[in-house]
């Protein structure tokens, strides 16, 4: 998996903040606002589930940049190893994981 496609989305590192009093959550970097999360109730569970998807959000460059270098490692190394098999993956398990990587990655990028 070749990192050659520029990135469409907003360099990250992205960063949580909220809005003084007013419960919005910010996801920004450098300050400048890239989303905003509203919490959808107001229970403390909702706010709590509100700030987690946030996370979620700000984390999500970081996400994409670690799970494409474990793809470009695993292709490097050449895929399935003999002590794979002793953890329990076979083949298929690792064609499998390695489909649901590189898949991730292209809907991240709005390929699919």
Request: charged share 25%; proline share 5%; hydrophobic share 40%.
């Amino acid at each position: 998996m070749s990192d050659e496609t520029k990135e469409k989305h907003t360099p990250g590192p992205w960063f949580l903040s909220s809005c003084d009093g007013c419960g919005d959550l910010w996801i920004e970097t450098d300050k400048t606002p890239i989303a905003s999360a509203r919490s959808q109730g107001p229970t403390e569970e909702l706010r709590a589930q509100t700030k987690a998807n946030a996370r979620m959000i700000a984390a999500a460059p970081e996400l994409l940049a670690c799970l494409r270098e474990v793809v470009n490692m695993a292709i490097a190394a050449g895929g399935l190893r003999g002590d794979d098999v002793q953890y329990g993956f076979g083949p298929a398990d690792w064609i499998e994981g390695m489909g649901k990587a590189i898949n991730t990655i292209r809907k991240a990028r709005g390929e699919f």
